[in-house]
């Protein structure tokens, strides 16, 4: 019989690996509930129009990338979430989270893209995600962009990235650079890829993303957002760049930094890095005051990031520097069946204190303390006949080769010291 795998570009997160996961989720939420973030949980299913109405037809999200299903009640298109800004977009306005701003929400799950498979890019992959509505503040873009710079230095990761920023600008200084952008790639368009001619007629700015290398070759020489500027387009990109120097941390501009949906606008960045190969990017966003109009709301200012977590738990792997927390893991020996039941009630005790505690009922000593070493575990307490008439267990300390006896009645202070 042939053997059951997992779907194509999809894994299985194993305990092993499992940790630095929960290492990302965990000083992620730590660092976002610091600057005031809330926690909120999305659906990982929504309408197709909650995503059709803000990517755009020809993103490629929408073009290529989406898992489409049938709802059965209605006969309408229901979506597994590509990216959750939208759906953020969607519940903020559902639930008239509009009426009492700002709001400051974080989450973490799921998503789904159908894309080729390959090193950093996964069909079912997780992402962490802030975004922060109400305030249009350009040294509020610094304040969350130091979010993620702070997540990154915890994780040990701030010196296997870099800070990539641009401009958007307004919505002037976009229709401004799109029609020079539009006679550009008119006067090349014989050397464009399909894609990219399609985006030609719909949103030419979406050509500057385009990973086809005759595309980027023709983009090298198209005009250059800077020169179309606002001024106080430009004046919002200098108050984030003094910003970033004023908390010390480094950036590069990058003129060809664009997000591929419509929504942005003023600030973009991504947190990249060369250890992934071709997928660098772990953390990225920008602004994106429009999105909440293309959902059916009024317009509401907002700015926001998301980061894989697989991928940077793949640099936490190849780090090695980050500290990964270790709770203090205990194993309980009963020494004979009558010791059973009392290790059975320490171990419980214990687990209520806030110890992990893992309970070795069979096996010789032998193999139960070989256990125990192979699971990293730091302390083994034992109990049989003689402990048990005068109230005691033995303590072994596996990683200091010693071990003494302590009262059952004051065991937990004891470990704890």
Request: hydrophobic content about 40%.
């Given at each position: ?122 069909r079912q992959f ?89 595309d980027q070759k ?28 004023i908390l010390g ?169």
């Amino acid at each position: 019989m042939k053997q059951l795998r997992t779907v194509r570009g999809v894994q299985d997160i194993l305990p092993a690996q499992y940790k630095y996961f929960k290492a990302v989720v965990d000083t992620a939420s730590l660092w976002a509930e610091r600057y005031g973030f809330k926690a909120m949980s999305l659906p990982i299913i929504e309408k197709e129009e909650v995503f059709k109405r803000p990517l755009g037809e020809t993103s490629d999200i929408i073009s290529k990338e989406m898992f489409t299903l049938e709802n059965r009640d209605k006969g309408e298109k229901i979506i597994l979430r590509p990216e959750a800004t939208a759906s953020i977009a969607r519940s903020f306005l559902q639930h008239g989270l509009q009426h009492n701003l700002p709001q400051k929400l974080y989450y973490w799950g799921p998503m789904f893209r159908y894309e080729r498979p390959q090193k950093g890019r996964l069909r079912q992959f997780n992402q962490f995600g802030v975004e922060f509505l109400g305030v249009d503040d350009p040294y509020q873009d610094v304040e969350i962009i130091s979010l993620g710079y702070n997540l990154l230095k915890a994780l040990g990761l701030e010196n296997d990235v870099e800070l990539h920023i641009n401009t958007l600008g307004d919505t002037a200084s976009r229709s401004a650079f799109r029609e020079a952008l539009v006679t550009y790639f008119q006067s090349v368009k014989s050397g464009l890829s399909e894609d990219s001619l399609k985006r030609l007629e719909v949103n030419p700015l979406r050509i500057l993303d385009s990973k086809n290398e005759g595309d980027q070759k023709l983009c090298q020489q198209a005009p250059k957002f800077d020169a179309y500027l606002s001024k106080t387009s430009k004046m919002h990109f200098d108050r984030v760049c003094n910003g970033l120097k004023i908390l010390g941390i480094k950036y590069i501009h990058k003129s060809n930094l664009v997000r591929g949906l419509d929504y942005y606008c003023h600030t973009v960045f991504e947190f990249s890095t060369k250890k992934l190969g071709s997928q660098g990017a772990v953390l990225a966003g920008g602004r994106y005051d429009g999105l909440t109009s293309y959902m059916g709301g009024q317009p509401v200012e907002a700015f926001g990031w998301a980061a894989g977590i697989e991928r940077l738990m793949m640099l936490l792997e190849e780090n090695k520097t980050f500290n990964l927390k270790k709770e203090r893991c205990i194993g309980v020996i009963p020494l004979d069946e009558n010791a059973e039941i009392p290790c059975w009630k320490i171990a419980q005790k214990l687990r209520q204190e806030g110890f992990s505690v893992d309970i070795l009922w069979k096996g010789t000593m032998g193999k139960r303390l070989k256990k125990l070493d192979k699971a990293n575990v730091d302390i083994a307490i034992l109990m049989g006949e003689d402990e048990q008439s005068v109230n005691k267990v033995m303590i072994k300390f596996l990683k200091e080769s010693r071990q003494e006896l302590a009262s059952i009645d004051t065991l937990a202070a004891f470990l704890k010291i």
